[in-house]
């Protein structure tokens, strides 16, 4: 009985969490405290919960729009540029074969930030672009994912993220400034992202050990904080009611 209890976790375990010699180390030996293999261990834990908290992370920034038939104070060129380094992480790490617990979450907030892309172009009564949008943006993926594109236009790609996160996030920055409230922004889907890109840096270093990754998380990480901070400031700040014409 024990044997199929030992089994089991072990199934569970390895490789998904662990490496066979650290399941060894660690449930085998009863090394509970050998430091190495609890790294991994935590790394493995931490990105597959981030990934898994990315399929509901802008689900309410989505309801959020749909609700109030509005995406009034998201600044599209924002939503643009993020997912432009969504888009470059997704690539460069499927391209590199890094681990799907290093950058999972990636695909799943590309989807979403595509959707809210399309949210805010319908309303804003331009739903025919937003459609040329979905197709356009389908097919440089293609293109880029396929061999047609060198590893080189990948890693540019790549250390692009960095300026786009910060050009992108101080752009909403600055709507929300400008607007004196934070509008439709989903407080939940904000820090949700702040809180994600923090656990990200240790898990990009521990996983991938590419700097380029690890730096693009520190700069996302500040970037989120500052409209993470914004929308505590305007916490009780309300977008004024626009007066229907007569």
Known sequence: MAAEADGLLKRVLVPILL?????DQIFVQWDLLHVPCLKILLSKGLGLGIVAGSLLVKLPQVFKILGAKSAEGLSLQSVMLELVALTGTMV???INKFPFSSWGEALFLMLQTVTICFLVLHYRGQTVKGLAFLVGYVLVLLVLLSPL????????????????????KLLQAATNYRNGHTGQLSAITVFLLFGGSLARIFTSIQETRDPLMAGTFVVSSLCNGLIAAQLLFYWNAKA??????E
């Open 92 to 94: 460069y790490s499927i």
């Open 19 to 23: 490496p066979e010699k650290c399941y």
């Open 240 to 245: 004024p009611h626009k007066k229907k014409k």
């Open 149 to 168: 594109t060198p590893l080189a236009i990948i890693t540019l790609l790549q250390a692009s993220n960095m300026p786009s996160v910060v050009v992108g």
